[in-house]
């Protein structure tokens, strides 16, 4: 049933000469593919095969065609299955104003059968070209979605399991080594507001037991042994002598 879904919209892309409503497009994207990164990619996959066909339809000009027709000056399309007037004539079909950027171009390129022929391709594909813009937008919107939902997780697993480690230390494995805001500032001789202002600009080695809410922070005392031997001048005994000296 979706796959005849998918066909019938092909057909409405491929057989309209007018162009579609952007908003008509991306609406049959939502209801069709939904959230659903593996359809969506499924559909540009197809969107690409159908696009590279539909622009070999009438012959294709090929690298070797190219050289010919700077030697001769002017393209051979005797491999094209349209004439030049053929072109024209399609093209007239969609009544383009003059006016306009691709009416423009196709003034310039009136005489060029070569160039009239990529005229009328991308106007016989204007859009299924569309379509296929917007099938990439969705896919990349989905893939930052989707990695943005991946570090959410981790950083929740991360909160999850330094809580976990918290609890277990203060339960079983190294209940003194946890010590408060107000012990580091006693270790230290740093103020609160310096030890917060620190934490801030993650200059100290810090964790919180709910990172939702404010000042509840907790420190390990190795860890604060370790900061205070790398930056200042070795243990804490060490640290503190400097001061009674």
Same mark, same amino acid.
């Given at each position: 049933?979706? @796959?005849? &879904?998918?066909?019938?919209?092909? @057909?409405?892309?491929?057989?309209? @000469?007018?162009?579609? *409503?952007?908003?008509?497009?991306?609406? $049959?994207?939502?209801?069709?593919?939904?959230?659903?990164?593996?359809? &969506?990619?499924?559909?540009?996959?197809?969107?690409?095969?159908?696009?590279?066909?539909?622009?070999?339809?009438?012959?294709?000009?090929?690298?070797?065609?190219?050289? %010919?027709?700077?030697?001769?000056?002017? $393209?051979?399309?005797?491999?094209?299955?349209?004439?030049?007037?053929?072109?024209?004539?399609?093209?007239? !079909?969609? =009544? /383009?104003?003059?006016?306009?950027?691709?009416?423009?171009?196709?003034?310039?390129?009136? *005489?060029?059968?070569?160039?009239?022929?990529?005229?009328?391709? !991308?106007?016989?594909?204007?859009?299924?070209?569309?379509?296929?813009?917007?099938?990439?937008?969705?896919?990349?919107?989905?893939?930052?979605? %989707?990695?943005?939902?991946?570090? #959410?997780?981790?950083?929740?697993?991360?909160?999850?399991?330094? %809580?976990?480690?918290?609890? =277990?230390?203060?339960?079983?494995?190294?209940?003194?080594? /946890? /010590?408060?805001?107000?012990?580091?500032?006693? /270790?230290?001789?740093?103020? %609160?507001?310096?030890?917060?202002?620190? &934490?801030? =600009?993650?200059?100290?080695?810090?964790?919180?037991?709910?990172?939702?809410? #404010?000042?509840?922070?907790? +420190? +390990?005392?190795?860890?604060?042994?370790?900061?205070?031997?790398?930056?200042?001048?070795?243990?804490?005994?060490?640290?503190?002598?400097?001061?009674?000296?």
């Amino acid at each position: 049933m979706r @796959t005849a &879904v998918y066909e019938n919209f092909f @057909t409405k892309l491929i057989a309209t @000469t007018k162009c579609l *409503d952007i908003n008509e497009i991306e609406k $049959y994207i939502s209801k069709s593919t939904g959230n659903d990164i593996l359809l &969506v990619n499924k559909q540009l996959d197809k969107a690409n095969k159908l696009l590279n066909e539909r622009y070999g339809r009438y012959g294709v000009i090929s690298e070797q065609d190219n050289v %010919k027709a700077l030697q001769k000056g002017y $393209y051979d399309l005797s491999m094209i299955k349209l004439s030049l007037s053929d072109i024209r004539r399609k093209i007239d !079909q969609y =009544n /383009i104003e003059e006016s306009s950027p691709l009416g423009q171009q196709i003034s310039k390129d009136w *005489d060029n059968a070569a160039y009239l022929l990529q005229d009328l391709l !991308q106007l016989e594909n204007m859009n299924l070209i569309n379509y296929l813009r917007l099938l990439e937008d969705r896919s990349s919107e989905l893939c930052q979605n %989707k990695e943005t939902e991946k570090r #959410k997780r981790c950083s929740n697993q991360k909160q999850h399991n330094l %809580k976990q480690i918290s609890n =277990n230390k203060i339960a079983t494995e190294m209940p003194c080594d /946890i /010590i408060t805001i107000e012990e580091v500032c006693k /270790i230290t001789r740093l103020s %609160k507001s310096k030890i917060y202002h620190m &934490v801030c =600009n993650h200059e100290i080695p810090h964790y919180k037991l709910n990172p939702n809410k #404010k000042g509840r922070l907790f +420190f +390990f005392y190795s860890e604060i042994e370790v900061w205070l031997k790398r930056n200042r001048i070795g243990t804490i005994e060490e640290y503190l002598n400097q001061f009674e000296n």
